[in-house]
């Protein structure tokens, strides 16, 4: 005899109203979890923002920590900002009066003694002598110009040799410094970018952008506006630096500011 099953399968409108019910609860859950998922992502992301201005803030900071004295110049070219500086490598004194070979100011020198540890130098350096930043001792220019280019063997030296040379302006406190060149730092809004520029040729006039040859590394994208000034007389012997940077991503913008002094006592 033919024994009927005590279990029973389910129907299929039982297993459409599982299915609906399902997705209901579903629904329910995802709206409960939507905002808090949202406000996760928003928040990651103005990190990133956050991290990464600060990131490019803190590199222009002490490359500009290190600047030439009275070297630095910001101009705009549209919507384009530049701000641009001599770099320095290191700086010392040098030997002024006494035995030795000393910094002669009335006629072309060639070469003078380091007072102190010997200095690290390199190929293509230059020596910077009480640049002022003002006609008749200004690095940028041509007439006056405060640099003399390093032409001895490069590693730790204690005679520099340089392109004869009649330096300007003799420092009070007989100071010199080296130059490894001009640094720009390039804020283009248009193409969202952060941009810093070296291993460029020194120009009397600030270049917008710094001309060929030249070695570049991008330290920021996202860039939705900047904003570079420089005050060089906010002390008597130092100038400021301000930088404002906007980074913006899905419709959110994150700005920094920040300051910077520049040394300018030469």
């Not at 109203?17 to 939507?34: D, K, N, P, Q």
């Not at 004295?69 to 320095?88: D, I, K, Q």
């Not at 060639?110 to 690290?120: C, K, Q, R, Y």
């Amino acid at each position: 005899m033919r024994r009927t099953s005590d279990h029973a399968g389910f129907t299929l409108i039982e297993m459409i109203i599982v299915i609906a019910i399902t997705a209901i609860v579903g629904s329910m859950v995802a709206v409960f979890l939507r905002a808090p998922l949202e406000s996760y992502v928003a928040q990651d992301r103005r990190a990133r923002l956050t991290d990464t201005a600060d990131t490019a803030l803190r590199r222009m900071g002490r490359d500009i920590r290190l600047a030439l004295p009275n070297s630095v110049r910001v101009t705009a070219a549209g919507s384009v900002v530049y701000l641009e500086f001599l770099a320095t490598r290191s700086g010392r004194r040098y030997r002024a009066q006494g035995g030795g070979d000393i910094l002669d100011f009335t006629a072309a020198d060639n070469s003078f003694d380091v007072l102190g540890p010997a200095i690290d130098m390199q190929a293509g350096d230059r020596i910077a002598v009480y640049n002022l930043g003002i006609p008749g001792a200004d690095a940028w220019a041509v007439a006056g110009n405060t640099l003399a280019i390093y032409t001895g063997a490069a590693g730790s030296v204690t005679n520099i040799a340089i392109t004869p040379k009649q330096f300007p302006l003799a420092s009070p406190g007989n100071r010199f410094q080296v130059v490894e060149g001009p640094v720009s730092y390039v804020c283009d809004p248009g193409n969202g970018t952060l941009t810093r520029y070296w291993g460029y040729a020194i120009a009397v006039n600030q270049p917008t952008p710094p001309s060929a040859p030249v070695s570049s590394a991008l330290l920021a994208t996202r860039v939705s506006a900047c904003g570079f000034t420089y005050q060089p007389g906010v002390t008597e012997r130092g100038g400021l630096v301000s930088m404002t940077l906007n980074l913006s991503q899905a419709g959110e913008t994150v700005r920094l500011y920040a300051t910077t002094q520049v040394s300018n006592q030469p």
